[in-house]
């Protein structure tokens, strides 16, 4: 069973930076293709971004392109959402995800999901 853990969300101001991270345990990380997802209150998830399982394609939602960038270091089994200038709109949980090699923008083709980690920005 694989386990993904999320960590590194916390309260900015807007124009201001975050790492978040996700680590994985219980499966082959390499085998898996990562994805990142938010959901802010009241709303459904949102797609943020997602990279393949050799890393070798990443994948990002409009709202946050050239913002945020994924990437996945598969000796540490992590994958990481960095996030600059960062805006109030970008308020959310976030949480990682993972299915078996490629990666979609659908949340409900991934099979493992962490439990979240909240990102605040304010104004």
């Known amino acids: 069973q694989v386990q993904l853990v999320e960590s590194g969300g916390g309260l900015v101001q807007a124009g201001e930076s975050l790492r978040l991270s996700c680590i994985a345990s219980g499966g082959i990380f390499s085998n898996f293709a990562m994805g990142w997802f938010r959901q802010a209150p009241g709303k459904e998830h949102e797609f943020v971004a997602a990279?393949?399982?050799?890393?070798?394609?990443?994948y990002y939602a409009d709202s946050v392109k050239v913002r945020f960038t994924v990437s996945r270091d598969k000796a540490k089994s992590t994958v990481y959402l960095q996030m600059h200038s960062l805006k109030p709109e970008d308020t959310a949980v976030y949480y990682c995800a993972a299915r078996p090699r490629y990666p979609t923008t659908r949340k409900d083709e991934y099979d493992y999901w962490g439990q979240g980690t909240q990102v605040t920005v304010s104004s």
């Open positions: 990279i393949s399982w050799s890393g070798g394609s990443v």
